[in-house]
C-alpha cells in the first residue's frame, strides 16, 4: 500500500513538476500557480494554449486561449473532496462548430438580435442569422470561435490570466474595431472573477459574457434537476417562439420562474407553463433587484449531495438562466461522460436579450472614448 503510494506521488511530481498534486505550492517563486501548456490546435489550425490556475486552497480553473473557454474547474465538496464542475472537453481539437459554446466567451453580443438587424444612429447593419430567424452570440464566428492573445499573472491573493482580442470594424456585421481585454482571477476567496474591458472607433452595441455550464455535483454526470436555485430577480423578460423577448418586463409572482427563494430546478420544469414550453425549459432571461450599479448578488446554487454552493455576483442588470435544455446526448465530454438533456445549466450575466431593437431596456451602445466595464464573480463555497 505504501509502496503504491510514494509510486503515486512520484508519478504526480514527475507529470506536475511545480505541483505536489495536493494543492500545496512547493516553489518559493510562487511560479507553482500557474501554468501554460500546448492544448491542441483551433478548427483552423491554429496553436492553443492551457492555462492552468491554482489557489492556495487547491481550488484549480484551467482557460485555454480558443474562445477564453474555461475548461475545467475543479472545487471541493463538503467532504473536502475535488471534482470538475464545469462540462467540456479534453483537448482543443473537440471544441469544433457543433459545441454549444462550453466554457467561452460570448460576444460581440451575448445572447439574441432579432432578425439578424439592429439600427443604430440611423444606419441599419445586418447580422448572420446563425438561430432560426435571429442572431445568436455574434453570430458565426464569435468571440468564442477565436485564439486569444494572453497573459498570465501573478499578485499576492489571486492568479490570472488576460485575455486580448481586437474584433475589426465590420466583424460579423458590426460597426467598428473593438479592443477588449477579458481578465480571469482565481482569489484565495474560492473566487473566480471575469472583469471585461472594452473600447471602440465606432458606437457599437456590446455584450459580452461568459458560457461556462456547470454541474456542481461534478464531472457532468447527471442532470442538473436536484441542484437548488436562487434568482435575485422579482421579474424576467418573457419571450416568444424564437426566444427574443416581447418587450414586456414580467412579475416572477406566481409563476415557475420564481426563484426569489431556493427552489429545486426540476420542481416545475415540466408545468405547462407557455413560457416553459417556448423555452424548452429554464432559457430566459432574468431583471436582477439591484440598489445600484454596484456588484450584486444575482443568484445561489446550491447542490444537496455534495453541499457545493455557488454564488454569482455581477455589475451587469440581467443574467440569462439556460437550464441545458438542448443538450441532448450526442456530445461526448471530458474522460468519456456523455453530456444529455440538462446535465448542465448557465448563468449568463448580460445585458437583456435584443436591447439594440428595444429602446426601453437598459442600453448595450458603446460609443467611441466611452469604456466597456463589467465584471462577474462565481464564488464557491459548501454548506
Ligand atoms: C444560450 C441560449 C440558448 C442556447 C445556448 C447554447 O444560453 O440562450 O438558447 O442557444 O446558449 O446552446
Known sequence: MIHRISVLLSLCLTLFPFWTGSGVPTSPQGTDMIKKEAFGTSPDGKPVDLYTLKNKHGMEVRAMTYGGAIVSIRVPDRKGHFDDVALGFDKADDYTAKVPYFGAIIGRYGNRIANGKFTLDGKEYTLPKNDGPNSLHGGNKGFDKIVWEAEPFEKPDEVGVIFKHTSPDGD??????????????LTDKNELIFEYHATADKATPVNLTNHTYFNLAGDGQRDILGHELMLNADSFTPVDKTLIPTGKIVSVKGTPFDFTKLTVI??????????????????????????????????????????RVMEVSTTEPGVQFYSGNFLDGTLTGKQGHVYKLRYGFCLETQHYPDSPNEPS????????????????????STR
Do not use: W
Open 172 to 185: 460579423e456585421g458590426y460597426p467598428g474595431n473593438l479592443k477588449m481585454t477579458v481578465t480571469y482571477m
Open 266 to 307: 426540476g420542481a416545475r420544469i415540466d408545468q405547462k407553463d407557455e413560457q416553459l414550453i417556448l423555452g424548452h425549459g429554464y432559457d430566459h432571461n432574468f431583471v436582477l433587484n439591484r440598489k445600484d450599479k454596484g456588484l450584486t448578488l444575482a443568484a445561489r446554487v446550491y447542490e444537496p449531495t455534495t453541499g
Open 361 to 380: 431596456f437598459p442600453s448595450t451602445t458603446l460609443r467611441a472614448g466611452q469604456t466597456y466595464h463589467s465584471t462577474t464573480v462565481y464564488k464557491f
